[in-house]
T-cell receptor, first 115, second 113 residues
């Protein structure tokens, strides 16, 4: 079991650029959630995808968008990057969407640096 | 709205000493509560979870936590610290196991020999 995988591991972008991060869920999971973890802070929920639709969204601007594919993998897109978007982006997978009863399993994260 | 407060951003203990990491929550519905550990440059690993069954929850690596509704607390303990326990610990709350997790700011645990 490969667990949750994320790519790339690290990424450096400049202000105003756009970035796409990718996540493959744990085998048997159909739900993907994305979190942003700024340095020295706890993770903050961005959104959750289930059945290829956004089911829940945290307090993040529209510059943050996502997608879920039929194989349950997911992408996080961030447009018009700001310095404040520099963070570790964590993907978590689970089963059953918002009605699921099992816990979320986290990937190792993608470290995004915006210069 | 749900929230989590972790008391103490940094806790230092000696190897073999008791570990106590504090977490208080706020929730208008019966909460699901979690403790996660994060080692440097890694993602989060689930230590244990409370989902309205037994109030004393046992997790991995000898950790346990007790849900106290009257105190709205879910403190994490381990009887004897090991050097390998040094890491960042996060308490989190949600209204269901699979929904958005609300995390505290974390507590850094240092273990000295």
């Amino acid at each position: 079991d490969a667990g949750v995988t994320q790519s790339p591991t690290h990424l450096i972008k400049t202000r105003g650029q756009q970035v796409t991060l990718r996540c493959s869920p744990k085998s048997g999971h159909d739900t993907v959630s994305w979190y942003q973890q700024a340095l020295g802070q706890g993770p903050q929920f961005i959104f959750q995808y289930y059945e290829e639709e956004e089911r829940q969204r945290g307090n993040f601007p529209d510059r943050f968008s996502g997608h879920q594919f039929p194989n349950y993998s997911s992408e996080l897109n961030v447009n018009a990057l700001l310095l404040g978007d520099s963070a570790l982006y964590l993907c978590a997978s689970s089963w059953g969407g918002t009605s699921g009863r099992n816990e979320q399993f986290f990937g190792p994260g993608t470290r995004l640096t915006v210069l | 709205a749900q929230s989590v407060t972790q008391l103490g951003s940094h806790v230092s203990v000696s190897e073999g000493a008791l570990v106590l990491l504090r977490c208080n929550y706020s929730s208008s519905v019966p909460p699901y509560l979690f403790w996660y550990v994060q080692y440097p440059n890694q993602g989060l690993q689930l230590l244990l979870k409370y989902t309205s069954a037994a109030t004393l929850v046992k997790g991995i690596n000898g950790f346990e936590a007790e849900f106290k509704k009257s105190e709205t607390s879910f403190h994490l303990t381990k009887p004897s610290a090991h050097m390998s326990d040094a890491a960042e610990y996060f308490c989190a709350v949600s209204n269901q196991a699979g929904t958005a997790l609300i995390f505290g700011k974390g507590t850094t645990l240092s273990v000295s020999s």
